[in-house]
C-alpha cells in the first residue's frame, strides 16, 4: 500500500525527494542608483533597501560579491527630468556612469550588470513613453527606448531589460543593438507586466509615478491570462532572449504557462509591494521573515521561474548558505 508519508519522515529523506531548490546563482539583486554625492537615502516603504550615489554605490556591490550573487538590475534616478526623458539615454546619465564604474572595477569583473530599460524615472510626467494630448504614444517613443539600450550597452550594460511595455520595442531595441555592433547583448523582456497594484513601493524608491492617470493603456489587466502569452510570444518572435513575469506572487499561473509554453528562461520579478508586505509582516512578529521568504521563492521556482529578481536576494543568499553549512 501507498503511504505518502514514508518520505517525510525526517529532514535528510525530504532533502533527497525535493523537487525544487534555491540556488544563490538564480538571484539577480535591484539596486536603485541617485545623482548626488554622499546619498544612501533609505526607501521608507522598503526596509532595507536604499538609494545610492555613485560614491556610496561599492558599499553595496561589496554585499553582492560577498553573498556570490551573480548580477544585479540597475535602475536610475536623475536629477533633472523633462518631457522626453532624455536623461535615459544620456552618455553621463546615471546608469550609464553607474555601469561604467562597476565594469572599470577589477574585483566586480564578473557581476552580471542588467540595465532597465524605460523612461518613467526620467520624464516629468513620470509615464514611460512620449506624450500627446494626454495619450502615451507608441511609435514615436520606441527610438528614445532603443537609444537608451544603445548607451547602456555601449557603456559596458551585459543585459537590457525594456520593462515600459510599448509594443514593438523588443525588435525595435534588437535590430538598434545589432546594427550597432551589439550583437552578443541579450534583451531580458518584461513581457508578461500588469498594471498592478503591487508597484506603488517601487514609485517610491525611483521617484517614478504617473503624473497624471495610470498605466493601464500598455501594461495588461490583471485578469488577463491569455493576453500575457500573446505578449510573451510576439517578444520573442521580435528577438527576446530571456522573458520576466511581474509582479510573481499573485502571476504564479502565468509563469506556469510561459513554462509549459515556450523553451527560454523565465524571470520572476518578486516587486516592491510583495516585499514591503513580507517586510511589514516580519517586523511586527506575525511572520517568520526567513521561512516565508524562502517559501516564496520556492513557490516561484515550481511555478516554472529559472530566475528570480528579488529585494530579498541578499538575505536568501545568506539563509542558502547558513542551510548548506547545517546541511
Given at each position: 500500500?501507498?503511504?505518502?508519508?514514508?518520505?517525510?519522515?525526517?529532514?535528510?529523506?525530504?532533502?533527497?525527494?525535493?523537487?525544487?531548490?534555491?540556488?544563490?546563482?538564480?538571484?539577480?539583486?535591484?539596486?536603485?542608483?541617485?545623482?548626488?554625492e554622499e546619498i544612501c537615502n533609505p526607501v521608507d516603504s522598503m526596509p532595507g533597501i536604499y538609494q545610492y550615489s555613485l560614491d556610496y554605490l561599492s558599499k553595496e556591490l561589496e554585499r553582492v560579491i560577498e553573498?556570490?550573487?551573480?548580477?544585479?538590475?540597475?535602475?536610475?534616478?536623475?536629477?533633472?527630468?523633462?518631457?522626453?526623458?532624455?536623461?535615459?539615454?544620456?552618455?553621463?546619465?546615471?546608469?550609464?556612469?553607474?555601469?561604467?564604474?562597476?565594469?572599470?572595477?577589477?574585483?566586480?569583473?564578473?557581476?552580471?550588470?542588467?540595465?532597465?530599460?524605460?523612461?518613467?524615472?526620467?520624464?516629468?510626467?513620470?509615464?514611460?513613453?512620449?506624450?500627446?494630448n494626454g495619450i502615451i504614444l507608441n511609435d514615436e517613443t520606441l527610438p528614445l527606448l532603443a537609444k537608451t539600450a544603445i548607451s547602456y550597452a555601449k557603456a559596458g550594460a551585459d543585459i537590457v531589460a525594456p520593462?515600459?511595455?510599448?509594443?514593438?520595442?523588443?525588435?525595435?531595441?534588437?535590430?538598434?543593438?545589432?546594427?550597432?555592433?551589439?550583437?552578443?547583448?541579450?534583451?531580458?523582456?518584461?513581457?508578461?507586466?500588469?498594471?498592478?497594484?503591487?508597484?506603488?513601493?517601487?514609485?517610491?524608491?525611483?521617484?517614478?509615478?504617473?503624473?497624471?492617470?495610470?498605466?493601464?493603456?500598455?501594461?495588461?489587466?490583471?485578469?488577463?491570462?491569455?493576453?500575457?502569452?500573446?505578449?510573451?510570444?510576439?517578444?520573442?518572435?521580435?528577438?527576446?532572449?530571456?522573458?520576466?513575469?511581474?509582479?510573481?506572487?499573485?502571476?504564479?499561473?502565468?509563469?506556469r504557462n510561459i513554462d509549459t509554453s515556450y523553451h527560454i528562461p523565465i524571470i520572476a520579478y518578486n516587486v516592491s509591494g510583495e516585499y514591503a508586505m513580507v517586510k511589514a509582516a516580519a517586523q511586527n512578529g506575525?511572520?517568520?521573515?526567513?521561512?516565508?521568504?524562502?517559501?516564496?521563492?520556492?513557490?516561484?521556482?515550481?511555478?516554472?521561474?529559472?530566475?528570480?529578481?528579488?529585494?530579498?536576494?541578499?538575505?536568501?543568499?545568506?539563509?542558502?548558505?547558513?542551510?548548506?553549512?547545517?546541511?
Amino acid at each position: 500500500m501507498e503511504r505518502m508519508r514514508r518520505l517525510r519522515a525526517n529532514a535528510a529523506l525530504r532533502g533527497m525527494v525535493r523537487e525544487n531548490h534555491i540556488r544563490i546563482e538564480e538571484l539577480i539583486y535591484p539596486i536603485f542608483v541617485i545623482e548626488g554625492e554622499e546619498i544612501c537615502n533609505p526607501v521608507d516603504s522598503m526596509p532595507g533597501i536604499y538609494q545610492y550615489s555613485l560614491d556610496y554605490l561599492s558599499k553595496e556591490l561589496e554585499r553582492v560579491i560577498e553573498a556570490k550573487i551573480p548580477a544585479v538590475l540597475l535602475f536610475g534616478i536623475p536629477l533633472h527630468k523633462d518631457e522626453v526623458g532624455s536623461g535615459a539615454y544620456d552618455e553621463n546619465g546615471i546608469v550609464q556612469r553607474a555601469i561604467r564604474f562597476i565594469k572599470s572595477e577589477e574585483r566586480y569583473k564578473n557581476l552580471i550588470v542588467i540595465a532597465d530599460v524605460c523612461l518613467c524615472e526620467y520624464t516629468s510626467h513620470g509615464h514611460c513613453g512620449l506624450i500627446q494630448n494626454g495619450i502615451i504614444l507608441n511609435d514615436e517613443t520606441l527610438p528614445l527606448l532603443a537609444k537608451t539600450a544603445i548607451s547602456y550597452a555601449k557603456a559596458g550594460a551585459d543585459i537590457v531589460a525594456p520593462s515600459d511595455m510599448m509594443d514593438k520595442r523588443v525588435g525595435v531595441i534588437r535590430e538598434a543593438l545589432d546594427q550597432n555592433g551589439f550583437i552578443s547583448v541579450p534583451i531580458m523582456a518584461y513581457s508578461a507586466k500588469f498594471a498592478s497594484s503591487f508597484y506603488g513601493p517601487f514609485r517610491d524608491a525611483a521617484h517614478s509615478a504617473p503624473g497624471f492617470g495610470d498605466r493601464k493603456t500598455y501594461q495588461m489587466d490583471p485578469a488577463n491570462g491569455r493576453e500575457a502569452m500573446r505578449e510573451v510570444e510576439e517578444d520573442i518572435l521580435e528577438g527576446a532572449d530571456f522573458i520576466i513575469a511581474k509582479p510573481a506572487m499573485a502571476y504564479m499561473d502565468i509563469i506556469r504557462n510561459i513554462d509549459t509554453s515556450y523553451h527560454i528562461p523565465i524571470i520572476a520579478y518578486n516587486v516592491s509591494g510583495e516585499y514591503a508586505m513580507v517586510k511589514a509582516a516580519a517586523q511586527n512578529g506575525w511572520i517568520d521573515e526567513r521561512k516565508i521568504v524562502m517559501e516564496i521563492l520556492t513557490g516561484l521556482k515550481r511555478a516554472g521561474a529559472k530566475m528570480i529578481i528579488t529585494y530579498h536576494a541578499l538575505d536568501a543568499a545568506k539563509w542558502i548558505k547558513d542551510d548548506e553549512r547545517n546541511s
